[in-house]
């Protein structure tokens, strides 16, 4: 991996072709993923459709599937870009200077993400408070700041207090009406917490899967990121070490995870400390998966159209919101066409119209990066 010289004179590592890959892989999901599970669902194919149908929908309450990767994995991303981008900003000005970006972006995500979800639109009672955006927003601002101003290993010791203190919370905290340790769903803290103190719009009605509470777990899967970012980034250490390192690292953590899901169970909707190790474990492996193609075995051409999503993660998915790719794509192959399909395989024609609408996406990426337009907080 070749290294530049920053202005102070160290060494820093370059824009990692790889991590924008991951992020592009992960997006695909994100405005794909529910047409490509609906699809599948409707799919004739016995049991291994099925199986694949299924990991597009979140577990429905204790479990882990693929499609609650989806989240923690960009949260994870986020953490790994810190590193990338504050070490570059510190060096060529302060870190005065870079407190004063970082909070500027967390205040303009943390925006965007109450328009996202409509903003204002059928009243102020109806302004969603905490979402993807939103938490995003405070995964950054918080990851960052204790970045900015803590060494490594004081890091580690506050992700573990995180977890630690979350498990002890959820566990011996006694909730009204149900006492403490109960993980179900509206019996645990997270959620009597959220029902009683987060104000407006909830996702539930009267719990939100991005609540007050899960914030703080949720700083803990951006800092496992922010490890991980340190590691690849170093020009001190061998790529060979840095891919092998990031296996095994992905392997213990989401051992770990299973182990304490045995008595913390593994839940997205309350982002258990649990579920912070099992997803990032899942989310270093993949690192370690995109690193080792592409940063050392120079195997880049498989993952360009990747690149082109990740390199405009934020416009695709705020595009996502206004425009369906799905239902665009029924312009180009519905109606006989889509017919035609499912008389040859029953639910052949909803497959390939979800396909499509995923070509439309990766083609508008495609066109925004080859002319070099970029929308970056």
């Not at 940063?295 to 360009?304: D, F, N, P, S």
């Not at 979800?354 to 337009?373: E, M, P, Q, T």
Request: charged share 10%; with cysteine; net charge positive.
């Amino acid at each position: 991996m070749n290294e530049t010289m920053n202005a102070s004179g160290a060494v820093t590592a370059p824009r990692l072709a790889s991590l924008d890959a991951l992020r592009g892989f992960d997006m695909l999901w994100i405005v794909g993923a529910d047409a490509i599970g609906g699809a599948l669902t409707g799919l004739k194919g016995g049991r291994v459709v099925q199986f694949f149908a299924g990991q597009m929908d979140h577990a429905e309450w204790v479990g882990f599937n693929f499609y609650d990767l989806i989240f923690p994995l960009f949260v994870f991303m986020v953490g790994v870009a810190i590193p990338l981008s504050l070490d570059r900003l510190v060096f060529s000005a302060d870190r005065t200077v870079a407190l004063r970006r970082v909070l500027l972006r967390g205040v303009l995500m943390y925006a965007l993400g109450l328009l996202y979800y409509g903003g204002m639109t059928e009243g102020f009672a109806h302004l969603r408070l905490m979402g993807v955006l939103q938490r995003l927003a405070i995964c950054y601002v918080g990851a960052s700041v204790l970045y900015l101003y803590f060494k490594q290993w004081t890091l580690v010791v506050v992700c573990g207090g995180l977890l630690v203190g979350y498990w002890a919370l959820l566990t011996f905290v006694p909730v009204p009406g149900f006492g403490p340790g109960d993980f179900a769903r509206g019996h645990n803290l997270t959620n009597w917490i959220d029902s009683h103190y987060l104000p407006l719009r909830l996702w539930y009605g009267d719990t939100d899967p991005e609540g007050l509470l899960s914030n703080f777990p949720a700083i803990a899967s951006c800092l496992l990121g922010v490890f991980a970012g340190r590691w690849v980034s170093d020009p001190r250490i061998a790529s060979n070490k840095k891919w092998s390192w990031l296996v095994l690292s992905g392997i213990v953590l989401m051992a770990a995870g299973y182990w304490w899901g045995v008595q913390f169970p593994v839940i997205k909707r309350l982002w258990t400390s649990s579920f912070v190790l099992v997803a990032g474990g899942w989310s270093v492996l993949l690192l370690a998966g995109f690193y080792y193609l592409i940063e050392v075995r120079g195997w880049r051409g498989w993952a360009q159209p990747f690149v082109w999503i990740g390199s405009n993660a934020l416009t695709i998915y705020l595009v996502s919101r206004l425009v369906s790719f799905e239902n665009l794509s029924a312009r180009f192959v519905g109606g006989e066409i889509t017919a035609a399909l499912n008389g040859l395989w029953p639910g052949l024609g909803g497959l390939v119209l979800a396909l499509f609408g995923i070509s439309l996406c990766i083609v508008f990426c495609r066109f925004l990066y080859v002319r070099k337009i970029f929308l970056r907080l």
